[in-house]
């Protein structure tokens, strides 16, 4: 059974997944919660399984551990069940979609694309023939109405009686994903000066998480800060927003920037007894309760549901009432660490496309490798030899990151 390569084994999955060999040998009860999930995936992973069942695997992972298990499972020569959000991860590994839908399943042979496409095409065919099948019902009805009674067309009305007690409509369920409508509109134009850091430096828990931070943003920007270091992106986040003071360095706001932050942690937002309405009305650009209710119907809080109080929301929808504030706030600057954490794949979509064709600029995080190769027009990444910052997509950074390692390891 390979027993004398199974400690060998053991440590490239841990390390694949980022567990670094001076941990390998500590006690599980020592380690973060982060490690613990990376952990659980290794023991998972271990001793080549006949079939792995995985839910939400990539969850908790940064992305170059992300990487790392995407190749593992497309090398995997066994079969993979297996539940995910993230698009990209997805495609890269899946050969059949199963669709949960409608109250039944059904599997399409092919990736998340193909099932989208797939699926929308059917949709659309079954719309069509309906639709021509509705025309042809009217075409009929007209007819009988109109002859029935004369005598020399009775025998054709009763033939066409015939021929549309055959028509069968297709059934047209309605579907059980519904898509929130995320559309951030500032209330400015904002102007060519937007960000300036100069030289911000941040020590917690006696480590220097930001090291003599620069750069500028502009107007045209939409940044993704990526990399295993998220802490750095965080504080840095937490600083922009006011939320922190740095030790050293300091930022400027353009003087026609507003902006809005979403924080990784929305837990101390709603510690209060507010209902959604309430905790919302503050940032409403109208104060009337029904404005309010009917914005967050559109954020797929229907009917009483925005008299829930926060302290007992979701995660899911937390992400969806803060998401709820930034827009009706109008900022032309959103701050994002995280957006996608606790959102199905609808809620996911709806961001991503939001934030498309928001006229603004976005700095953020993500896990999500398509949310940010479809986002991101430049890319800044916090390295322990300092940080890299480049204007391309985040595609094109991967693959010269990885021509760097490759030189690297040849020289």
């Known amino acids: ?20 060999t001076e941990v390998h040998n500590k006690i599980m009860s020592e380690l973060p919660d982060t490690d613990k999930v990376k952990i659980l995936l290794a023991r998972a992973l271990f001793g080549n399984p006949d079939i792995l069942l995985l839910d939400e695997p990539t969850n908790h992972l940064d992305l170059d551990s992300i990487r790392w298990l ?9 079969t993979i069940i ?3 959000h993230d698009r990209y991860f997805l495609n890269k590994v899946c050969t059949h979609t199963v669709d949960l839908d409608y109250g039944k399943m059904q599997i399409y042979a092919g990736n998340y694309d193909f099932w989208y496409e797939s699926s929308q095409l059917m949709i659309k065919q079954m719309k069509e023939a309906n639709k021509k099948k509705e025309e042809k019902i009217k075409e009929l009805q007209e ?8 005598a020399s067309k009775s025998k054709q009305a009763t033939s066409r009686k015939r021929a549309l007690e055959k028509i069968e409509l297709d059934t047209l369920r309605p ?16 102007g060519n000066e937007v960000l300036t850091v100069t030289n911000l430096s941040k020590t917690i828990d006696g480590e220097k998480v930001l090291d003599n931070v620069s750069f ?34 300091d930022y400027k706001w353009g003087i026609t920037t507003s902006n809005s932050y979403f924080p990784k942690d929305n837990t101390p937002y709603f510690s209060g007894n507010d209902t959604i309405v309430d905790w919302l009305m503050p940032f409403s650009p109208e104060k009337d309760a029904t404005f309010v209710r009917g914005f967050l119907g559109r954020m797929l809080f229907k009917g009483e549901d925005g008299l829930k ?4 929301l979701s995660g899911g929808e937390k992400v969806r009432v803060m998401l709820s504030k930034m827009m009706m706030l109008g900022s032309n600057v959103l701050l994002l660490d995280e957006p996608t954490n606790h959102l199905d794949m609808e809620s996911i979509t709806s961001v ?8 603004g600029v976005v700095l953020f995080t993500s896990q999500d490798h398509q949310f940010i190769q479809t986002i991101a027009n430049r890319i800044i990444e916090f390295t322990p030899n300092g940080m890299i910052d480049k204007v391309t997509t985040y595609d094109e950074y991967l693959d010269n990151d990885e021509m760097a390692r490759k030189r690297q390891a040849l020289s």
Do not use: C
């Open 143 to 150: 007819f009988i109405q109109r002859f029935s009674a004369n």
């Open 70 to 78: 995407e190749e593992f499972l497309i090398d995997f020569e066994n």
């Open 352 to 359: 991503n496309n939001g934030l498309i064709k928001f006229p």
């Open 309 to 312: 109080k926060v302290n007992v």
């Open 175 to 190: 579907s059980s994903r519904k898509y929130p409508y995320v559309d951030f509109k500032p209330d400015r134009e904002i």
């Open 1 to 20: 059974m390979n027993g004398w390569e199974a400690e060998a084994d053991a440590a490239t999955l841990l390390n694949g997944l980022g567990i670094e």
């Open 82 to 84: 297996v539940v995910s």
């Open 216 to 249: 500028t943003v502009g107007h045209d920007d939409k940044i993704a800060f990526v990399g295993s270091y998220g802490i750095a992106a965080t504080t840095l986040f937490q600083i922009l927003s006011g939320e922190m003071e740095p030790d050293e360095g």
